[in-house]
């Protein structure tokens, strides 16, 4: 009964406030959730934060002042606690490795896979979305066929090896592009940091010598994640129009004697461009999760690199950091294609 | 060359898994200046002919007919282009449920606009102007909001008034009303078939009126042909119901509720499947 | 004696295609066959079936298979090109046989594919019937767990599990799984919710059925069918985790000839002797292929809602 009273207290709260608050409770549990399962993942974890921090030579007075210091002798809640503080004020520990805060060491990494996740979501758009349309509406033709086999191909390959292989094309035998690493050795410190992505950092410093190298460089590995990206964009466009194309409203339209490309564009298409935002948003966090092996394999300075180097130097505090950052950024994309929902379906706004 | 609309043996077959589905076996029936009604049963094929009329049955399905003609132009063989013009100008059709057959993230008046520009040269201004007097016409009090508006803002009687505006704005000729009401609430259906009526009679309109409910029909229409399994079985002017012979067209009629005679029981509808093997009766004039 | 089987074999399929099934095991076998019937009209799912059932005869039979040792060096051949005296495919860096060191590796493949097609479905199992069976809190908790492994990209969120429990075979299988059970959590609820309305759930009530006797007994065998699919369309996926893993070296440990660390090896003579590391890609991609064509016709056959028709 009282929990009856409860819920109808909440639902006379006008909507308009109710929303968002029930949206921003979700990203709050979600956000605290991950942290959790960080910081356990953390406290599982066989190295000895206190060993690797006073060394193997430490006396017993010194390797407990540590374990105190570290706070590890309280409860876990509390540590985790803790822990939560901390990560809001930005700190995620310091990195073992670089001996720098784990915060500034991803701020300085997180660009590149930014550039290269951007770059290759873009190429998935522009490339996929069209086909997608295209196999829907030539559904069951030569047409819908290729793009079928275009995605069964990028959904089975490892991207690892096809980077491996790209590279051996098209750099070691035909030389078309920029080898691994986002510049030349002799380009590298030429233009200031302002974004961090050298394309643009070049773009504004108007220095095209370093776009056009930082170009041959980017090219391979985002066409790379471009084409995961438009293998997935291509089928989820293809079956949203196939719902569409087989939708009332779309005879209707064909009754007022419009063009098939009207039909298509202008009626379908519009229809399904907010689920779109969705099937991109996802798609770049998982551009975002690709470039982890892409990142190796083109020994690209982003975060994959970043927690895989980490990884196998045992540098937790730098691996958990990361994990945390890619996770959160993955939330946020989630929320920010579902306000992008709210604001721009009709719909949705009742 | 008087008639609007005329078909000959018009077939409409589906592949299936188990070989050809015939919807629509072998009908012929003509349209004058009148409104004839198609009444059938789901699955009678009623629909199937209304949109093979306007050549819009989807892919695997193949429609064949030894003569199909809407106002002398010749449906079997026009080409698309030509066959574009032709809908929403010269033909045009209202659907079932206007939840499902307006587009739901376009305005309304921007949907109503939309049969008229691709018809004829007309400025913005006026084509706005136009849409207002049709949704007036279609007894629409605001139309300026309704204009403004999108579907979902709509109630049903709404949505199927702005259903006939947008069919009827290029000015047709030729009007098919498929299953308009039966989506709709009890108490608006006659309500937006009278204002359908209405206007079809003032612009001098033909009218093919597809529906299950064969006393509705009758209100609203001068000759009606009966459909089961595909084919016509009779046909009947909406006057001289009462003298229909078929048994179908019979079971049809003595299972609703009359007011005016006594039933103790209302008749169960018997279908003899020999009806499917008749021969189809021909509606052409 | 060939025509009498030949009317055995009328017989059987006569009953198997009887419109009116005469007992419970009569009809699901019935269904079974029609689905079969359904899944071997798609060519592309029966290629996907076919390299499957190669790769698990490999796997089987990989001794008898490979003309050479995996393990044994023989370091004055080293890096040898494809059809060298008696290595079809090659030699790596050490020597060793490449064919050989494939063959082997589809038994690492195949050992992590069926684990975690095993462990990963079962603990999403479990949770989503519970979850949907329940309801109310427990049902709110369950799944705001659920949708918090499901926020965290999955190849990380494994990176960080086999950063913490260490690398090998085992942890990665069990870091691939606790990254893979929340989908198919989601579909059990899903399909639970269904169930427990239905009014044959009521009538086992009746009969004073417990939640646990309904859930293992009513509720999990009419998730699996739902849940095959997904498997089956998941596996390409856990293929391409765990060679990315044995890429990184957090997978199966050397000298073992996993594909994915194999790749890894060969990575540093890429521009030289490019079939080191070409061949084991090679591998994965067939088999990951393979999985989603034969996903892709099972959906079609199982899940006619998602072919659109």
């Known amino acids: ?350 | 060359m008087s008639n609007l609309v005329d078909v000959e043996n018009l077939w409409v077959r589906f592949p299936t898994r188990t070989g050809l589905f015939d919807a629509v076996r072998g009908v012929s029936f003509s349209l004058g200046k009148e409104r004839l009604g198609i009444v059938g049963e789901s699955g009678s094929g009623k629909s199937m002919t209304g949109r093979a009329l306007l050549r819009l049955i989807r892919k695997p399905g193949i429609v064949e007919a030894d003569r199909m003609q809407i106002l002398g132009h010749d449906v079997m063989s026009l080409p698309e282009k030509e066959m574009r013009k032709l809908r929403g100008r010269d033909i045009s059709m209202v659907m079932q449920d206007p939840k499902y057959s307006l587009n739901p993230v376009m305005r309304v008046g921007e949907q109503i606009v939309e049969t008229l520009s691709i018809h004829e040269k007309v400025d913005k201004k006026l084509a706005r102007q136009k849409a207002l007097e049709m949704l007036e016409a279609v007894v629409i009090r605001d139309p300026e909001r309704v204009y403004d508006a999108y579907p979902h803002e709509l109630s049903g009687g709404m949505g199927q008034r702005v259903m006939i505006a947008m069919m009827l704005i290029a000015n047709p000729k030729i009007l098919i009303a498929d299953e308009p009401t039966s989506a709709l609430d009890v108490s608006v259906q006659i309500q937006v078939l009278e204002i359908m009526d209405k206007l079809v009679r003032e612009r001098g309109m033909g009218l093919i009126f597809i529906s299950h409910d064969l006393r509705l029909v009758s209100n609203f229409c001068d000759r009606i042909l009966i459909m089961y399994g595909g084919r016509i079985v009779e046909i009947c002017e909406s006057g001289k119901l009462d003298q229909a012979t078929h048994p179908y067209t019979r079971g049809l009629l003595n299972s609703m509720p009359q007011l005016d005679h006594k039933n103790e029981r209302l008749e169960v509808l018997n279908r003899d499947p020999a009806w499917r093997d008749q021969e189809s009766v021909s509606g052409l004039l | ?309």
């Open chain 3, 1 to 309: 004696m060939s025509l009498v089987k030949e009317t055995e074999k009328q017989s059987l399929r006569a009953w198997l295609l009887a419109e009116v099934p005469t007992s419970r095991n009569h009809a699901r076998m019935a269904a079974w066959y029609q689905n079969w019937l359904a899944l071997k009209r798609n060519t592309l799912a029966m290629a996907g079936l076919g390299i499957l059932v190669a790769v698990v005869f490999i796997a089987v039979f990989a001794p008898l298979l490979a003309p050479h040792d995996p393990f044994s060096q023989d370091l004055a051949n080293r890096l040898q090109p494809l059809g060298f005296e008696g290595h079809p495919l090659g030699t790596d860096s050490l020597g060793r046989d490449i064919l050989s060191r494939l063959l082997y590796g589809s038994r690492i493949t195949l050992y992590i594919v069926t684990l975690v097609a095993i462990i990963a479905p079962i603990m999403g199992l479990i949770v989503g019937t519970i979850s949907g069976y329940a309801g109310g809190w427990v049902d709110v908790v369950l799944m705001r767990i659920t949708d918090i492994f499901l926020a965290f990209p999955k190849l990380v969120l494994a990176l960080a599990f086999v950063a913490a429990l260490g690398a090998g075979i085992e942890n990665a299988v069990l870091a691939i799984s606790l990254t893979a059970w929340p989908p198919y959590a989601r579909i059990a609820r899903a399909e639970t919710l269904t169930i427990r309305k239905s009014d044959f759930i009521q009538a086992v009530k009746l009969q004073g059925a417990g939640p646990i006797r309904i859930i293992t007994k009513h509720i999990w065998p009419l998730c699996i069918s739902s849940l095959v699919i997904r498997v089956t369309l998941d596996m390409a996926g856990v293929i391409l985790t765990a060679a990315g893993l044995g890429f990184l070296g957090l997978g199966a440990q050397p000298p073992s000839p996993e594909w994915g660390a194999m790749i890894s090896e060969g990575r540093k003579f890429i521009l030289d002797h490019w079939w080191v590391a070409t061949m084991p890609g090679l591998a994965i991609f067939m088999v990951s292929l393979a999985f989603n064509l034969l996903g892709d016709g099972l959906r079609d056959v199982l899940d006619p809602k998602e072919n659109g028709r």
């Open chain 1, 1 to 350: 009964m009282k929990n009856l009273d409860g819920q109808r207290k909440w639902l006379s709260i006008p909507p308009i406030v109710r929303k968002p608050i029930s949206t921003l409770s979700t990203i709050v549990v979600t956000m605290v959730g991950l942290l959790f399962i960080t910081f356990i993942i953390g406290r599982v974890m066989p190295v000895d934060p206190v060993l690797a921090i006073v060394g193997e030579r430490a006396s017993q007075e010194q390797y407990d002042a540590t374990y105190i210091a570290l706070g590890l002798d309280r409860p876990l809640l509390v540590q985790f606690f803790y822990y939560l503080v901390d990560v809001f004020h930005g700190n995620l520990g310091v990195s073992i490795r670089t001996g720098l805060p784990v915060f500034e060491d991803i701020k300085r990494f997180f660009p590149a896979t930014m550039e290269l996740a951007t770059i290759g979501t873009i190429i998935g758009i522009i490339v996929g979305i069209p086909l997608g349309v295209l196999a829907a509406v030539k559904r069951g033709t030569w047409i819908d066929q290729i793009a079928r086999f275009i995605a069964l191909i990028g959904y089975s390959i490892p991207v690892f090896w096809i980077g491996l292989v790209g590279l051996l094309i098209f750099y070691g035998i035909l030389g078309w592009v920029g080898g691994p690493g986002r510049l030349d050795i002799f380009y590298e410190d030429l233009v200031p940091q302002v974004t961090g992505m050298i394309l643009i950092d070049s773009l504004l410093a108007g220095d095209l010598d370093v776009f056009s190298n930082a170009f041959s460089h980017i090219v391979l590995p985002a066409s790379i994640l471009g084409y995961y990206s438009l293998a997935y964009i291509s089928r989820m466009t293809r079956s949203f129009m196939l719902e569409q194309l087989n939708s009332e409203y779309i005879t209707a339209a064909r009754v007022k004697g419009l063009s098939e490309a009207r039909v298509i564009w202008k009626h379908a298409f519009r229809n399904i461009g907010v689920q779109l935002i969705t099937v991109v948003a996802l798609s770049y966090a998982g551009l975002l999760e690709g470039s982890v092996l892409t990142e190796i394999i083109f020994s690209w300075p982003g975060i994959g690199s970043y927690i895989t180097t980490s990884l196998l130097s045992a540098d937790m505090a730098a691996v958990l950091g990361g994990t945390v950052v890619v996770g959160l950024v993955f939330v946020c994309l989630n929320v920010l294609s579902d306000i992008l929902y709210r604001l721009l379906d009709p719909r949705a706004k009742q």
